[in-house]
Each structure stands twice: as structure tokens, then as C-alpha cells.
């Protein structure tokens, strides 16, 4: 997983100037960056809640040091709750977004306009920020649902997470390559935590994660 932006020009975008409260009343610059990330029981918005504050300095902070803040001179940084890679993908390219993460391959696709963003404009100007951590597919069944493999899925019921999220895409990519269609599934758009609960009562026989 990386964290992307449209330009490195992005931590400048929507500043605006506001005025303190004293008598001197001296005007001070604020930027706001923007980060978007996943669902709020998934990875991407604590790690995006961790690197915010991190980058975040407003007006007032102290300094850095023992409980002040090292980060950018009057910038406020933001989490912000998406479907996941492709849906901030799109949310850059928009002009939505300053930044946000996003799986390698969403984002190579999106760069070429290749795989499943094929037909669409190259965007170009995607730059990388950095790289964050490796990501694995995970699938999920109960012990005795006789789930062995991905061809077992055909006919069952499966959430896929959400159209948006990186995982919706790459799990179409699996199911190909096993000889399945999402159709081949009867098909839940389910986040990780909503998706094990749906599994542990039976509403679900798998799920993608």
C-alpha cells in the first residue's frame, strides 16, 4: 500500500487566511492537506489518523519536542473515511482529495490507464509519496465449510467488500483466474469486521479481505 497525491504542489492546496483573536491581529497562513483512506474498521483510516497528526502543526502548537508537535508550520491534516484504493484514486484525480492510499496495482492502473481503469485517461500527474507496507489477499471461511480454494466459491455466498475498494477489484481478479465471474457468486459488498460477523452467523460462507 502507498499513500499517492496528484502533485507534490498538493500540501499547498486550500490555503486560506484567517485572523487571531488579539489585539495585534496578525494574519497567519493555514493548509490543509487531505488524506483519504478506507473504512473505519480497516487499516488505512488509523495508519491515515496516525500520519495526520503527525504532519499536522496548526497555529498555537507547541514546539516540537517532548509532547509539542513536529510537524508543517500551519498545516492541518485530515483523515478522511473512503471505499478504499480506487475511490481515493478517483478523489485525487477529481481534485477532491490532496491524497490518500492506495494498492500498488490500483494506482499503476490508474497511472497507465491499464487492467481495470483500461479506457480511462492516464493520469499522469499521480505521484507516489511512499510506499507504507505490503498487503495480502486474505480468503476467509468457517473450518467446516468445505472452502478449500478459490473454485469451491462457485455458487456460494461471498462479500467481495465494496465497490471502490481495492480488495473489490482484486478479488474479480482472482475469481478469473480461478475459471470463476463475480456472477458465479451470489455476491455481498461487506467491510472486514460487518463481513466476519456476517460469517460467524451464517449469512455469508466466505468473505475476501
Known sequence: ????????????????????????????????FTIGTGGTAYTYYPVGGVIANAISKPPGSRECGEGGSCGVDGLIASAVSSRGSVDNVNAIISGLRDSGFAQSDVAYWAYTGTGTMEGKEPATDLRTIAALFEEHIHLVALKD???????????????????????????????????????????????????????RNGKIDAFLW
Open 1 to 32: 500500500m502507498s499513500i499517492i497525491s496528484k502533485s507534490i504542489k498538493a500540501v499547498a492546496i486550500g490555503a486560506i487566511m484567517v485572523t487571531g483573536l488579539s489585539f495585534s491581529a496578525i494574519a497567519q497562513e493555514l493548509k490543509f
Open 145 to 199: 465449510s468445505g472452502i478449500n480454494s478459490v473454485a469451491d466459491l462457485k455458487g456460494k455466498r461471498v462479500s467481495l467488500d465494496e465497490p471502490g475498494s481495492g480488495t473489490y477489484v482484486d478479488a474479480g481478479l482472482i475469481l478469473a483466474a480461478n475459471g470463476l465471474g463475480v456472477d458465479d457468486v451470489t455476491a455481498e459488498a461487506l467491510k472486514g469486521g460487518a463481513a466476519s460477523e456476517a460469517l
